[in-house]
C-alpha cells in the first residue's frame, strides 16, 4: 500500500495505477475510519480494480468556531484497516500541501451550498467542494464514492460534477448505522455514555417519519411535526433543523413526493449530528 503526503508523487502513481485500462476509485475521507468509511472502500473494491483513499481535515470546511483543531486525527490506525481492505494508495496531504500560502481559488456551487447544512454552517460546502475538486484533479478517478449519511453533501457534489464536466462517476453509498440504529459519525467518539444514549433520537425520529409516511401520511409539515414530538422526548437536544426536501435541490417540498429526502441535524450536547432517510 502506498502512502503519499505530497501532491506530485500522487499525481504521478495515480497516473501510473490508472494505466493499462485500470478502473481507479477514489473514497475521499477525514480519517477516524469506522465501518461506514470502510463500507465505501469495499464498495470500491467491488467495481474498481484500483482504490485510492484520502485523509485529509480540510479546514476550508470548518466554520471559526467548528471543531477543526479537536477533530480526531487516528492516522496509523486508519492505516492498519486501510491495508487490511486491500487499498493501494493512500493521500493524506498537511493542510500547507492543499493549500499553500496564497491559494485563493474556490469552488462554490451556488444555491444548493446555502441549504440544509449548508445554511447552519456557512462556507461548509464551499469548503467541500474545493478540496473535492482539488482531489478530483489530483487523482482523477474513473468512480468517486460518498456517503449517503450526508445526503446534502451528495447533492452539491452531484451538481458540481455536473455543472463543471468532471469526467467520472459518483457512487453513493448507504448509511451504516450501529447496530441500535445510530449513524455512525467519526464525531460520535466525543458523545458521551449518556450523551451516546441521547444521540439515538435522531434515528426515532426518522423511524417515527418512515412510519408516518408508510401509514399514508404525505404532508411535509405533519411529517416534520411527528418527528419534532420525539425530539421533544429529549428535551437536551437541541434540533438544528428537520426539513423534507428534494433530494437533488434540497429546496422544502409541501407533499412527499417519491424520492424525498427527510434530514435532521442537532446538537448532543456541543456535537452536532445528522442523519436522514429517502421516503
Ligand atoms: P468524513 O470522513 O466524515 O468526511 O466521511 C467520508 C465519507 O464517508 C463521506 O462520503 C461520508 O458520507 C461517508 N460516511 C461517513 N459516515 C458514514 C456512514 N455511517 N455510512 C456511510 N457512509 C458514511
Wanted: charged share 25%; aromatic share 6%.
Amino acid at each position: 500500500m502506498l502512502i503519499f503526503k505530497t501532491i506530485a508523487e500522487t499525481q504521478s502513481a495515480c497516473a501510473q495505477l490508472r494505466g493499462e485500462g485500470r478502473i481507479l476509485g477514489l473514497v475521499p475521507t477525514m480519517g477516524a475510519l469506522h465501518e461506514g468509511h470502510l463500507s465505501l472502500v469495499r464498495a470500491a473494491r467491488a467495481v474498481c480494480d484500483v482504490v485510492a483513499v484520502s485523509i485529509f481535515v480540510n479546514p476550508t470546511q470548518f466554520g471559526p468556531t467548528e471543531d477543526f483543531s479537536k477533530y480526531p486525527r487516528t492516522f496509523e490506525d486508519d492505516c492498519a484497516l486501510l491495508k487490511q481492505e486491500g487499498v493501494d494508495l493512500i493521500f493524506a496531504p498537511t493542510v500547507d500541501e492543499m493549500y499553500p500560502a496564497g491559494a485563493s481559488t474556490f469552488v462554490l456551487v451556488e444555491g444548493v451550498s446555502d441549504r440544509l447544512d449548508g445554511a447552519s454552517r456557512p462556507g461548509h460546502f464551499r469548503g467541500v467542494t474545493t478540496v473535492v475538486s482539488k482531489l478530483f484533479h489530483i487523482t482523477k478517478p474513473h468512480k468517486a464514492f460518498f456517503g449517503q449519511k450526508d445526503a446534502a453533501q451528495v447533492a452539491v457534489l452531484r451538481k458540481m460534477v455536473r455543472d463543471l464536466n468532471f469526467p467520472l462517476q459518483l457512487v453513493v453509498c448507504p448509511i451504516v448505522r450501529e447496530s441500535d440504529g445510530l449513524a455512525l459519525n467519526s464525531r460520535n467518539r466525543y458523545l458521551s455514555p449518556e450523551e451516546r444514549q441521547k444521540a439515538l433520537v435522531l434515528h426515532r425520529a426518522l423511524e417515527k417519519v418512515k412510519d408516518a409516511g408508510a401509514g399514508g401520511e404525505t404532508s411535509a409539515q405533519k411529517l416534520v411535526a411527528a418527528a419534532r414530538d420525539v425530539f421533544a422526548e429529549e428535551p437536551s437536544v437541541r434540533v438544528d433543523y428537520i426539513a423534507v426536501v428534494d433530494p437533488d435541490t434540497l429546496e422544502e417540498v409541501p407533499d412527499v413526493r417519491s424520492g424525498a429526502l427527510v434530514a435532521v441535524a442537532a446538537f448532543v450536547g456541543t456535537t452536532r449530528l445528522i442523519d436522514n432517510i429517502v421516503l
